[in-house]
């Protein structure tokens, strides 16, 4: 529903492909925020001469995010076919979704790390560029409101809309023992539309919420589990084969340490970028053993694994939760 000339589809568009998920037993995932909205800001942001990363926040209202996600829940309800709601951001989407649910709709969400700590008062900040996505961080309102929202299970996941750009790029960096330097954000020292929208967050994923959602109550080891598990493989139709500790299922277990301290950063996470949001944040809780399909890859800090190790996922019908 967003990045209009490029990506945006209008809502007849939006409808008819509803439709032909239903069709084809598939599930419809939205982008929710308000594509013209967006345009007709950025533009008035610009002529007065507006260019920092704050304002890459400012043109993307939350109303905006709220107003897109109901709209495509009705989209779903005439449709009659299931929707998955990415990257929610504003409390105002968790109560919609609530309201989508409480009338019968198959409507499911999700929400990403970044939008539980941060808000838009980051991207003030003289690195501001590094806390740039879309759609952007919100209040401090919000973030309670979608911690409750996970507490409750009115948000199904918790994913990251993983997107590792440089916060310089024309400064190397070593990965995997080789230097790589890749264009990001300084792209946009001078202009916020030109910073790319994303940033780094896969690995930090399931420390940070056992840390700052476990370990302080705000959900239970089960919940983690299904957030992180469990839920996107039902979802997803990889269940049982993923998701599960069960007879005939791929043996991908994490050995979980609950109680190893680390300072968390750029070199814990490993993400091919040169920053992590959670930079020096002191954690509790760490895997200690990786096991892909019952093959031990990683032990310890130690990496075993090798390239190719992958394998492709045939997936059925999934759902609804």
Not at 214 to 228: C, D, E, L
Request: hydrophobic letters at 40%.
């Amino acid at each position: 529903m967003a990045y209009n000339q490029r990506l945006r589809l209008g809502d007849a568009e939006i409808f008819q492909a509803m439709r032909s998920a239903k069709e084809l037993h598939l599930l419809t995932m939205l982008h929710a925020e308000n594509g013209d909205v967006i345009d007709l800001l950025t533009a008035e942001a610009l002529a007065a001469g507006h260019h920092q990363a704050w304002w890459h926040a400012q043109t993307r209202p939350a109303w905006g995010a709220v107003e897109a996600s109901l709209r495509g829940a009705a989209l779903a309800a005439q449709a009659e076919s299931p929707l998955y709601i990415v990257h929610m951001n504003t409390g105002g989407e968790a109560d919609m979704l609530t309201y989508a649910r409480q009338q019968g709709l198959p409507v499911m969400g999700e929400t990403c790390p970044q939008y539980l700590f941060f808000t838009a008062d980051h991207l003030r900040r003289p690195d501001g560029a590094k806390w740039v996505c879309s759609p952007p961080m919100r209040t401090t309102a919000d973030n309670q409101r979608l911690w409750h929202a996970l507490a409750d299970n009115t948000i199904q996941v918790l994913a990251t809309d993983h997107c590792p750009f440089f916060f310089n790029g024309g400064q190397p960096i070593m990965y995997e023992g080789q230097s790589v330097a890749i264009p990001g954000k300084e792209l946009g020292l001078n202009d916020f539309t030109k910073i790319p929208n994303g940033l780094p967050c896969v690995a930090d994923r399931l420390p940070i919420l056992w840390t700052y959602g476990v370990r302080a109550g705000r959900i239970t080891a089960n919940q983690f589990v299904a957030f992180m598990s469990t839920n996107p493989a039902k979802i997803f139709g990889l269940y049982p084969r993923k998701g599960a500790l069960v007879p005939g299922a791929d043996a991908d277990l994490v050995i979980w340490d609950p109680d190893k301290r680390i300072k968390y950063g750029v070199n814990v996470a490993q993400h091919r970028t040169d920053y992590n949001l959670f930079q020096d944040w002191e954690l509790v809780g760490f895997p200690w053993q990786v096991y892909l399909r019952g093959n031990l890859i990683v032990d310890g800090g130690q990496w075993l694994g090798y390239a190719g190790m992958g394998h492709y996922l045939h997936r059925s019908p999934g759902e609804v939760l």
